[in-house]
């Protein structure tokens, strides 16, 4: 019973290069979302999306890209890395909304130097 | 921008002892989570309080939900090691369409 999938757990980057997180889950869930969590500043909503094709900005977007080709995968891309963009990104599902319980991933730590 | 704060931000106590963490807003909420993270894991679900005054118990921890839906609190009794941990508490915002915003979270640390 996987759940929701992170890879990678951690992950460093130089400024400047780009790289892809991936997730996975295998609860057929129509909403999943990408939050960042900073020291201080609990959990963050990057991006979201209600099914397949359908994505859609969370409250820090910038820098960021998503797609949701299929229910099960919704990969984060970086596109040009930052120091600002340091933290621990957890991927998390729910069965239909964003305000329903939802099932996260263990998290990629990401350090950009 | 709406807030959820939480307090307080650290606590460590030792076991056996009870201790109370706050989360408090100016928003409405038409439901409010309680999250548990351990190191190096994701935040997994506690429970969900919806109506307001409503008070949910899961073995030593009671959790309550104000009757204005604004804030709410979590009672741990008699703490032990195991609690020990990242406590998050998340609110659906009412006329947001269930914006779902977190806390800063409470890390918890009981002594043996």
């Known amino acids: 019973n996987a759940g929701v999938t992170q890879t990678p757990k951690f992950q460093v980057l130089k400024t400047g290069q780009s790289m892809t997180l991936q997730c996975a889950q295998d609860m057929n869930h129509e909403y999943m979302s990408w939050y960042r969590q900073d020291p201080g500043m609990g959990l963050r909503l990057i991006h979201y999306s209600v099914g397949a094709g359908i994505t859609d900005q969370g409250e820090v977007p910038n820098g960021y890209n998503v797609s949701r080709s299929t229910t099960e995968d919704f990969p984060l891309r970086l596109l040009s890395a930052a120091p600002s963009q340091t933290s621990v990104y957890f991927c998390a599902s729910s069965y239909s909304s964003r305000n329903e319980k939802l099932f996260f991933g263990s998290g990629t730590q990401l350090s950009v130097l | 921008t709406q807030l959820l704060e939480q307090s307080p931000q650290f606590l460590s106590i030792q076991e056996g002892e009870n201790l109370t963490v706050y989360c408090n807003s100016s928003?409405?909420?038409?439901?409010l989570q309680w999250y548990r993270q351990e190191p190096g894991e994701g935040p997994v679900l506690l429970v969900t309080v919806v109506t307001g005054g409503e008070v949910k118990k899961l073995k030593r921890l009671t959790f309550q939900f104000g009757d204005a839906r604004k804030d709410s609190s979590l009672h741990i009794t008699a703490a032990q090691p195991g609690d020990t941990g990242l406590y998050l508490c998340a609110g659906a915002v009412s006329n947001q369409g269930g914006k779902l915003i977190f806390g800063q979270g409470t890390e918890l640390s009981v002594k043996p």
């Open positions: 928003s409405v909420f038409s439901s």
